[in-house]
């Protein structure tokens, strides 16, 4: 009998359609295990993607001498303390240094309501840069016009209803709670940052002679006494400062600024290149996006699995439709390549609606992603990746069909044909 009276992917299409509530469930299970997969990994690489750029645009991060990640931690997210202030002098040294195009200093130890207080410039707004060179932008106000002038990230107004005009008092250290305000000196908010996922979001800026005028009588008391006109006429030019960001003219530059600064004599300091500390960082936490990587692959499997059991389980009712097909001139082959070729529709079915899903859910959701959590998906169409995976788990899906199709091979005739009680 020739291949041609039974056009195999004719007839699996039929048997599929002859078995449409199972293939539904079936191509269901795949369809949902493909769009975890896939929505993981994009997930994934997006979150990597975006904490790589969390900062860009600055070329080294410099302040007292610690481990490149610890720096990274405390200036950039905010996390923990800093082992040592560094002096202005300094600071003013290697801003004076050849190559160097700017600076912004920072200055921490203070919060608000649990948030981290930035004493800083308004360079700060300017030359602050994440995800691939994208600029701070204001959703309402702007920046520092005067002394006691504050500026909250976009999750601080949105979690404490802060609006433009409101005023905000500053807690010496870090508690949500704090049992030492520099009450005498509120600051007055006149700008809202839009939305950046970065550590930004959960920031109060203020700026560095205010950080020194609350700070003139004592760390630890309400603030300075003193009329505000007053304080603006003094010399505010802070003594000491946390950590400083360095931008370059030339970025090849950074390499020998970065040893000059490592090996300053006056005091001790390290200067870091953000990406590669990073880096540093992302292997230490990337155990977590791995796992979770292996168990969107383990739920894929669960979905291949699926089509594996729902022939299985098919095949005693299949029984006398193998016999048929024999009985009509099918060869065995035809048995084996109609069963195969079921699975690999199934699959390719179910993998192609869920990647279908994946990119509708992403589209839809990005924004959020990228406003709350700060991971921006750069690439919204399927690609080369995803055809991939589409093909890989076609092709799965044939390779675990070929066993219970083997099995239809052997016996297809005599089992069908065979009566049983």
């Given at each position: ?29 795949v369809?949902?295990s ?13 979150a990597?993607?975006?904490?790589e ?8 991060i ?17 996390i ?13 040294a290697?801003?004076?240094a050849?190559n ?13 309501r ?19 060179g ?17 500026v ?9 209803g ?10 010496h ?5 704090s ?5 005498a000196?509120?600051f ?12 930004v ?14 700070h ?9 006494a ?29 390499l ?41 692959a383990f ?20 029984r ?7 009985a ?31 990119y ?51 016996h ?9 009680v």
């Amino acid at each position: 009998m020739s291949g041609a009276r039974f056009p195999i992917l004719s007839l699996a299409l039929r048997s599929i359609l002859n078995r449409a509530g199972t293939a539904l469930l079936t191509i269901l299970t795949v369809a949902i295990s493909v769009t975890l997969f896939l929505g993981v990994e994009k997930i994934r690489h997006g979150a990597r993607a975006s904490f790589e750029n969390t900062i860009s645009g600055v070329d080294l991060i410099v302040g007292a001498r610690s481990s490149p990640v610890n720096l990274l931690l405390y200036s950039v997210f905010h996390i923990g303390d800093a082992t040592n202030n560094i002096t202005w002098e300094s600071y003013q040294a290697v801003a004076g240094a050849p190559n160097v195009a700017w600076t912004v200093p920072v200055s921490l130890g203070d919060s608000h309501r649990g948030y981290r207080v930035v004493g800083t410039t308004p360079g700060y707004f300017e030359h602050y840069e994440y995800g691939s060179g994208r600029s701070l932008t204001f959703a309402e106000g702007a920046s520092f016009a005067d002394l006691f002038d504050a500026v909250v990230g976009a999750e601080v107004a949105r979690e404490l209803g802060y609006e433009t005009g409101q005023e905000i008092v500053v807690a010496h250290g870090m508690g949500s709670v704090s049992f030492v305000e520099h009450d005498a000196n509120p600051f007055t908010i006149t700008g809202v940052l839009a939305p950046t996922g970065t550590p930004v979001d959960r920031s109060v800026f203020v700026t560095l002679e205010a950080i020194e005028a609350i700070h003139l009588e004592g760390s630890t008391g309400r603030g300075t006494a003193l009329p505000a006109d007053q304080l603006r006429a003094m010399d505010l030019a802070p003594e000491q400062i946390t950590a400083f960001f360095v931008g370059l003219d030339t970025p090849v530059a950074a390499l020998r600024l970065q040893r000059q600064v490592n090996t300053y004599p006056e005091e001790p300091l390290q200067a870091v290149i953000p990406g590669v500390a990073l880096a540093q960082l992302w292997s230490v936490i990337g155990a977590a996006e791995r796992t979770l990587a292996a168990v969107a692959a383990f739920v894929v499997l669960t979905g291949l699995v699926s089509i594996l059991t729902a022939i299985l389980t098919s095949l005693n009712e299949r029984r006398r439709e193998m016999a048929i097909l024999r009985a009509l001139g099918a060869r065995p082959h035809h048995v084996f390549i109609l069963l195969v070729a079921e699975s690999a529709l199934l699959a390719l079915a179910g993998a192609v609606i869920g990647t279908g899903l994946t990119y509708a859910g992403l589209a839809g959701f990005s924004p959020l992603l990228e406003a709350r959590f700060g991971i921006l998906i750069p690439q919204l169409l399927p690609g080369l990746y995803d055809l991939a995976i589409v093909g890989l788990v076609t092709a799965a899906a044939a390779v675990l069909g070929a066993g219970p199709a083997w099995r239809a091979y052997r016996h297809s005739l005599a089992d069908g044909m065979t009566i049983r009680v």
